[in-house]
């Protein structure tokens, strides 16, 4: 599986931004993005099930971010709507070899290279 992110950019607060990720060979993989603040870990932020009939999505982004996929195109999206200076970091989708992965990254095999999301205030 190989995973390419796209979507970044510079937005002031209250912005909004929709990252997409295009992967080969993902349909039978839930995914999921993560993000990584400078001088922080990186964290989770979203997951979608293989299907995508089941989603998940970290308490700090609840209600302003949505993550969705279309498997005919082998495409991951991420809706950010009300961005915050802290959403500032680089995203990276990810692509697990199981149905519902959850927010650990253990629990994904496949990584993008990541795009850049800066939040002025």
């Known amino acids: 599986v190989q995973l390419q992110a796209s979507g970044g950019g510079l937005v002031q607060a209250g912005g909004s931004l929709r990252l997409s990720c295009i992967a080969s060979?993902?349909?039978?993989?839930?995914m999921g993005w993560f993000r990584q603040a400078p001088g922080k870990e990186r964290e989770f932020v979203a997951t979608?099930?293989?299907?995508?009939?089941?989603?998940y999505v970290a308490d700090s982004v609840k209600g302003r971010f949505t993550i969705s996929r279309d498997n005919a195109k082998n495409m991951l999206y991420l809706q950010m709507n009300s961005l915050e200076p802290a959403d500032t970091g680089v995203y990276y989708c990810?692509?697990?070899?199981?149905?519902?992965?959850?927010?650990?990254?253990?629990?994904?095999?496949?990584w993008g290279q990541g795009t850049q999301v800066t939040v002025s205030s």
């Open positions: 060979g993902s349909s039978v993989y839930s």
């Open positions: 979608i099930s293989a299907s995508g009939t089941s989603t």
């Open positions: 990810a692509a697990s070899g199981y149905v519902v992965a959850g927010a650990t990254e253990a629990a994904y095999d496949y």
